[in-house]
């Protein structure tokens, strides 16, 4: 399995940003997808984005498109979620991981890192 480690969590006002940031290791190839999810209380988890490792290939869901930006450091094996245009909504406990698919669905994703809260203020 992957290893994954988030970071970058914490409180901001509507309309601000952060970038989080996932270091992944322990893998043999680069070939699976690393991804953002993200859970608020009460809600189910929600697919954000995902990226292809081999070729940085990405896909966003249509609640974060336009807002947020998967990039990846190749070198370090890090992945950043660069996230814009904060709003009150997107206050939640955000999560990496990793998986074989690049689909925004839990089911596809067997590694998961412990999670970085995001609180944003109106």
């Given at each position: 399995?992957?290893?994954?480690?988030?970071?970058?969590?914490?409180?901001?006002?509507?309309?601000?940003?952060?970038?989080?940031?996932?270091?992944?290791?322990?893998?043999?190839?680069?070939?699976?997808?690393?991804?953002?999810?993200?859970?608020?209380?009460?809600?189910?988890?929600e697919?954000?984005?995902?990226?292809?490792?081999?070729?940085?290939?990405?896909?966003?869901?249509?609640?974060?498109?336009?807002?947020?930006?998967?990039?990846?450091?190749?070198?370090?094996?890090?992945?950043?979620?660069?996230?814009?245009?904060l709003?009150?909504?997107d206050?939640?406990?955000?999560?990496?991981?990793a998986?074989?698919?690049?689909?925004?669905?839990?089911?596809?994703?067997?590694?998961?890192?412990?999670?970085?809260?995001?609180?944003?203020?109106?």
């Amino acid at each position: 399995q992957v290893q994954l480690v988030e970071s970058g969590g914490g409180s901001v006002q509507a309309g601000g940003s952060l970038r989080l940031s996932c270091a992944a290791s322990g893998y043999t190839s680069s070939r699976y997808c690393l991804a953002w999810f993200r859970q608020a209380p009460g809600k189910e988890r929600e697919g954000l984005a995902s990226i292809f490792v081999a070729t940085g290939d990405t896909r966003y869901a249509n609640s974060v498109k336009g807002r947020f930006t998967l990039s990846q450091d190749n070198v370090r094996n890090i992945v950043y979620l660069q996230m814009n245009s904060l709003k009150p909504e997107d206050t939640a406990v955000y999560y990496c991981a990793a998986g074989s698919w690049c689909r925004l669905v839990s089911s596809d994703y067997g590694s998961w890192g412990q999670g970085t809260q995001v609180t944003v203020s109106s």
